[in-house]
T-cell receptor
Framework: DSGVTQTPKHLITATGQRVTLRCSPRSGDLSVYWYQQSLDQGLQFLIQ???????AKGNILERFSAQQFPDLHSELNLSSLELGDSALYFC?????????????FGSGTRLTVV | QQPVQSPQAVILREGEDAVINCSSSKALYSVHWYRQKHGEAPVFLMILLKGGEQKGHDKISASFNEKKQQSSLYLTASQLSYSGTYFCGTLPGGAQKLVFGQGTRLTINP
């Protein structure tokens, strides 16, 4: 157990639907990052939050949004889902804003869009 | 902006050595290295900050040449447990987002 909790572990949904992925960071970590990993692909950075505020954005689609709540957990919302959105979505956390420390990854949410 | 890793895949026999390279077109503040086993989350190995330092972690070590914007990961006397995909992540100076390379798949055979 890495200390980063992601729910649900698996999600199967139909095209056009909306889903919410949840992440609880490791205790004491203020930064949360979301990454997308498609089959046999690398880790694509989506978005970063630090202590409730958005800090950096990657190539995140307009259909996707995220937020970090006062208790530091984060949610990634994916809407108008398409087949190509099927992927592993990882959440990671770190103590600070991503400069001097490594990231701790959660076990991921596997999203399948049918 | 994405760093380039080489080689894309390596197959070794147990006990052999491997080197994985990571290069960037941008000036770097730091380089991260992670290992991901199939179906699992990436696991942090080490971070190197600018200054040309070299770090070691058991029989896995890495170097960072900030002038060349390159980092290399060295695996010596490889063990079966070293199998997996290795990712470097780069953090250009002033940037907040860690960008990962495409990964290097390492297979260790008995």
């Amino acid at each position: 157990d890495s200390g980063v909790t992601q729910t649900p572990k698996h999600l199967i949904t139909a095209t056009g639907q909306r889903v919410t992925l949840r992440c609880s960071p490791r205790s004491g970590d203020l930064s949360v990052y979301w990454y997308q990993q498609s089959l046999d692909q690398g880790l694509q950075f989506l978005i970063q939050y630090y202590n409730g505020e958005e800090r950096a954005k990657g190539n995140i689609l307009e259909r996707f949004s995220a937020q970090q709540f006062p208790d530091l957990h984060s949610e990634l919302n994916l809407s108008s889902l398409e087949l190509g959105d099927s992927a592993l979505y990882f959440c990671a956390s770190s103590a600070h804003a991503g400069t001097n420390g490594g990231y701790t990854f959660g076990s991921g949410t596997r999203l399948t869009v049918v | 902006q994405q760093p380039v890793q080489s080689p894309q895949a390596v197959i070794l026999r147990e006990g052999e050595d491997a080197v994985i390279n990571c290069s960037s077109s941008k000036a770097l503040y730091s380089v991260h290295w992670y290992r991901q086993k199939h179906g699992e989350a990436p696991v942090f190995l080490m971070i190197l900050l600018k200054g040309g330092e070299q770090k070691g972690h058991d029989k896995i070590s890495a170097s960072f040449n900030e002038k060349k914007q390159q980092s290399s990961l060295y695996l010596t006397a490889s063990q079966l447990s070293y199998s997996g995909t290795y990712f470097c992540g780069t953090l250009p100076g002033g940037a907040q987002k860690l960008v990962f390379g495409q990964g290097t798949r390492l297979t260790i055979n008995p």
